[in-house]
């Protein structure tokens, strides 16, 4: 499956928004998504996961304020922020793994086979 990651951006604190990630090439359903951030010197993180039957979790500093989701019908996974915070800068990347009938969520980077390319998010003062 190959993934386009968009919605990327410069936004001030306290604003939003939305990152999408396209899949193409399988069936979307099947997956298991990850958004992962990576900023510079610092090593990738999960941000929030969404298995396939749409059950999410985040990572402790954004829940709250980000929401992950997924459309399966448009194969794409959204990642919905809000009250960014200067220390949300990053590259983020989305990933996704086959579930194989499972209604597991994935933590590790490791976890993942496919990974789209990264978009930017920048939080200004």
């Known amino acids: 499956v190959q993934l386009q990651a968009s919605g990327g951006g410069l936004v001030q604190a306290g604003g939003s928004l939305r990152l999408s990630c396209e899949a193409s090439?399988?069936?979307?359903?099947?997956?298991?998504v990850g958004w992962f951030r990576q900023a510079p010197g610092k090593e990738r993180e999960l941000v929030a996961c969404i298995n396939t039957n749409g059950n999410p979790d985040y990572t402790d500093s954004v829940k709250g304020r980000f929401i992950i989701s997924r459309d399966n019908g448009k194969n794409t996974a959204y990642l919905q922020m809000y009250s960014l915070k200067l220390e949300d800068t990053a590259v983020y990347l989305c990933?996704?793994?086959?579930?194989?009938?499972?209604?597991?969520?994935?933590?590790?980077?490791?976890?993942?086979?496919?990974w789209g390319q990264g978009t930017q998010v920048t939080v200004s003062s």
């Open positions: 990933a996704a793994r086959h579930a194989y009938y499972t209604a597991k969520n994935y933590y590790q980077s490791s976890d993942y086979d496919y």
């Open positions: 090439g399988g069936t979307f359903s099947r997956y298991a």
